[in-house]
């Protein structure tokens, strides 16, 4: 009887030690509440959109895309800086800065005797600020020295031609004019072929063409002297 009571004695107690020993779940613990980030206001909006169009204008002007691409060009984005901050200072000097690109561009392009390239890049510089009578007195100034181009010097590298196995059209001058050939399509250059008449001229670029088949060898032809071929870099 005794040992049955003192087990009842000791399952009790079991019991209790077990039940004060569980676990209950843990209350929540309050948490502050995350402060709402701030919002801007509309003219903190509207800096931050004109400072993201002035950024991509510059990365745009310093690639050489001025009026092009449509989707990715510094003229479009300063235009639409302007148009919400009239007197923009850095958009007024990027517009600048595109038109002195352009007139750059034309001068180089004329250098190279490409004076259609050289006008196309003049009416751009035109119409980038075609109410600044400043910028048009410089087109203006450019196109007068396109209409009377100064003679084109010679370059330094240069290929001089005989002129007379240019008139006897010799297999020497066949073989030099197919090595020129095989430079410029070997470092993608432009050709400027020189000679004492446009039939002749045009007799040094079929030769040309036909070394290099299946290259599109672009130059250009002018009259003059002393008889060459000029390598240009691609503009």
């Known amino acids: 009887m005794f040992t049955v009571k003192k087990t009842l004695v000791w399952g009790w107690m079991l019991c209790a030690a077990l039940a004060g020993c569980a676990t209950s779940p ?25 400072a993201d169009l002035l950024y991509g204008a510059e990365r745009a002007l310093s690639r050489d895309r001025l009026m092009m691409p449509g ?11 302007l148009a919400l ?14 038109v002195l690109r352009y007139l750059d561009m034309a001068r180089n392009a004329a250098q190279r005797s490409y004076f259609d390239k050289a006008q196309a890049y003049l009416d751009r510089a035109s119409g980038v600020l075609p109410d600044n009578a400043a910028v048009q ?48 399509k070997e470092h993608n250059h432009m050709v400027l072929i020189v000679t004492g008449s446009d039939g002749q001229g045009r007799w040094v670029y079929q030769t040309m063409r036909k070394a290099v088949p299946g290259y599109l060898l672009r130059g250009d032809i002018q009259v ?3 008889a060459r071929i000029e390598l240009l870099p691609p503009l």
């Open 137 to 184: 007195s410089l087109v203006d100034q450019q196109r007068e020295a396109l209409a009377k181009p100064e003679p084109r010097l010679e370059a330094q590298n240069a290929h001089r031609l005989s002129t007379t196995a240019l008139a006897k059209r010799t297999d020497e001058i066949k073989q030099q004019l197919a090595h020129l050939a095989q430079t410029a």
């Open 224 to 226: 003059g002297a002393p």
């Open 71 to 81: 989707y990715d060009n510094a003229y479009d984005r300063y235009s639409s800086v």
């Open 85 to 98: 901050e009239p007197n923009n200072s850095e958009a007024k000097l990027g517009m600048q800065a595109i």
């Open 26 to 50: 843990p209350e929540p613990v309050d948490r502050p509440a995350p402060e709402p980030k701030p919002q801007l206001t509309e003219a903190q909006k509207r800096e931050r959109y004109i």
